[in-house]
């Protein structure tokens, strides 16, 4: 018996956007997807500026938001991953969140 091996090509990212409930991202092989913002905390809970200033890292493989430390990746999405992060870590930065803009 032999066995094979399959490698999977993600595609890369080639634009974002970010409405107010919306996460929508273009590929280079002409799919775009679409998820809710729900599905990621930090975003949802992200003034538009902060949405609106990302970057796509990885080699077009991720998305990167600085200001609130979030990180998303094109298998992710495919995969319809929602975030992991825990309430306790949730809880956790937005306690430091609104620290820093008392502040």
């Known amino acids: 018996m032999s066995s094979v091996v ?8 080639v634009a974002v956007r970010v409405s107010e409930d919306t996460l929508s991202v273009d590929l280079d092989d002409g799919r775009t997807v679409s998820v809710p913002l729900s599905w ?46 825990s309430p306790v870590s949730l809880a956790r930065w937005l306690a430091e969140r609104e620290k820093r803009r008392r502040g």
């Open 6 to 13: 399959v490698t999977i090509a993600w595609p890369k990212i």
């Open 40 to 85: 990621y905390p930090r975003l949802a809970y992200a003034t538009e500026r902060e949405r609106q200033h990302f970057e796509i890292a990885g080699a077009g493989y991720g998305i990167h938001w600085p200001e609130i430390d979030e990180d998303i990746g094109v298998e992710g999405l495919l995969l319809g991953k929602r975030s992991t992060e």
